[in-house]
Structure formats: C-alpha cells, structure tokens
C-alpha cells in the first residue's frame, strides 16, 4: 500500500507594483522551465504587462480631468486663461 499526495509549488509570480511596473518574483532561481512553464509564465507576465498598461491610461485620464476641474470656467464652461 501507497499514500500519494502532490502538492503544488508556485515557481514564479508575477505582478504590478506601485508604479506600475511588471514585477516577477521567482521563489527559487529557475535556470530552466519545461515548454508548458515557459508558456504559462509568459502568458502571466503578458496579462500583468496588459494590466500595467490599462492602470496608467486610468491614472493619466483621472489626472487629466483633475487638471480640467481646476481650472477656472466661466459660467458657460469655457476655460479662463
């Protein structure tokens, strides 16, 4: 008689950080990944690009109607230089 368990270990994660930065921690430095490693890595490292990417155009919309807000308007909506 056999008892079997797996047990899966995460070899590398990937994430945005503050500043917006596509961050990949490798929990043991891996010289080498298997094909489907290597493919599952760069489809996760591509998703946190894309994200990264979506999250600045957010910030930088949000600060430009900010930027619009604080400008002065005359009762119409035109901007006062």
Same mark, same amino acid.
């Given at each position: 008689?056999? *008892?079997?368990?797996?047990?899966?270990?995460?070899?590398?994660?990937?994430?945005?950080? !503050?500043?917006?930065?596509?961050?990949?921690?490798?929990?043991?430095?891996?010289? !080498?990944?298997?094909?489907?490693?290597?493919?599952?890595?760069?489809?996760?490292?591509?998703?946190?690009?894309?994200?990264?990417?979506?999250? *600045?155009?957010? !910030?930088?919309?949000?600060?430009?109607?900010?930027?619009?807000?604080?400008?002065?308007?005359?009762? !119409?909506?035109?901007? *006062?230089?």
């Amino acid at each position: 008689m056999a *008892i079997q368990e797996h047990v899966l270990v995460e070899l590398a994660t990937v994430e945005v950080n !503050d500043d917006y930065r596509v961050q990949l921690t490798q929990l043991k430095l891996a010289l !080498d990944y298997s094909p489907e490693q290597a493919a599952a890595l760069g489809h996760e490292l591509l998703d946190a690009a894309d994200k990264a990417e979506a999250m *600045i155009e957010r !910030d930088q919309l949000e600060r430009v109607v900010r930027m619009r807000s604080s400008q002065p308007r005359t009762v !119409d909506g035109e901007t *006062i230089l």
